[in-house]
């Protein structure tokens, strides 16, 4: 019978240097996406996924992150004394409970792969999931729990995939197809961040993965790669070439890349104006900015 996927890794060791002077004092990942820390969105989707363990791959100065999910009892008490409820609800939302949650330090910034094999002690011989909170996806059905469905069905590494221009392959790890199914690809190879002419497909990797411990096996054999760093899809590549099955998944949803300042503008934009209580004022805002665009032109 094929295991649960009931453990996620967290990367969220980076310094966040696109987001300056913010990152200064300010882990990245809980700055604030309309009223959630982007790190809130990651839980969320995993929990709905079926995710009972959180591991998180940080660095020095992430103490407010860590901070976040602890309780806070005198501001619930403060809360339920003046009823409200709402916000109440919400803030207990973000509690963890006792064992839930685990922070290994990456000592060293050496890429996404290395950051996943420090957790490798605490994945033991389980298939896990990578989630990386940059990459916001809006969707009926969260992300995750879109491919541990298919997971269930396939087994395997999978990958999340989404076509992208053929200037952009630079910046993401390419799939090579080896066979296409429509919301699933079959995957005979991967290539991080090549050249246009040089890309496989237009199918890019985000940052949504379903792996077997056969890629911990592999990244403890890796050395340095593309930009210096040990990266996570040459350690799935190794996986295919030892017969090992890799999917690439066509998740149903919007990516945000959160990451990039224009990513997370774009983003507060999105899920302000899904909110029934902020969309109208929202929206008028908009189009009054359009229209004096227009008449400015």
């Not at 009223?35 to 020095?60: H, M, N, W």
Request: glycine share 8%.
């Amino acid at each position: 019978m094929r295991k649960k996927v009931t453990k996620a890794i967290f990367p969220v060791a980076g310094l966040g240097t696109r987001f300056l002077p913010a990152t200064k004092s300010v882990p990245k990942e809980i700055m604030t996406l309309v009223d959630r820390p982007l790190v809130q969105y990651a839980i969320d989707e995993a929990r709905a996924a079926g995710i009972k363990e959180f591991i998180f791959v940080t660095s020095r100065g992430k103490g407010a992150l860590e901070d976040y999910f602890d309780h806070a009892p005198q501001l619930e008490q403060e809360l339920r004394k003046k009823g409200k409820e709402d916000l109440l609800q919400a803030l207990q939302d973000t509690n963890m409970e006792s064992g839930a949650i685990a922070y290994i330090r990456q000592h060293k910034a050496l890429g996404l792969g290395h950051a996943v094999w420090c957790a490798r002690r605490l994945i033991g011989n389980e298939p896990f999931a990578v989630m990386l909170p940059d990459d916001v996806i809006a969707a009926e059905k969260p992300c995750l729990q879109q491919m541990v469905e298919a997971y269930a069905e396939t087994g395997g590494n999978m990958v999340a995939a989404m076509e992208v221009e053929p200037e952009r392959a630079s910046s993401y790890g390419m799939l090579d197809v080896s066979e296409d199914m429509g919301h699933m690809v079959k995957v005979k190879g991967m290539v991080e961040k090549p050249k246009a002419e040089d890309s496989p497909s237009n199918l890019a990797v985000i940052g949504r993965y379903i792996l077997e411990p056969s890629v911990l096996r592999n990244l403890n054999q890796l050395k340095s790669g593309s930009g210096g760093e040990i990266q996570l899809t040459d350690a799935i590549a190794r996986d295919i070439e030892q017969g090992n099955a890799v999917y690439g998944y066509r998740f149903r949803g919007q990516r945000f890349d959160c990451g990039s300042k224009s990513g997370f503008l774009q983003a507060t934009v999105a899920f302000g104006l899904a909110r029934e209580e902020l969309r109208d004022d929202l929206h008028s805002y908009l189009s009054s900015i359009m229209q004096v665009d227009k008449a400015a032109q």
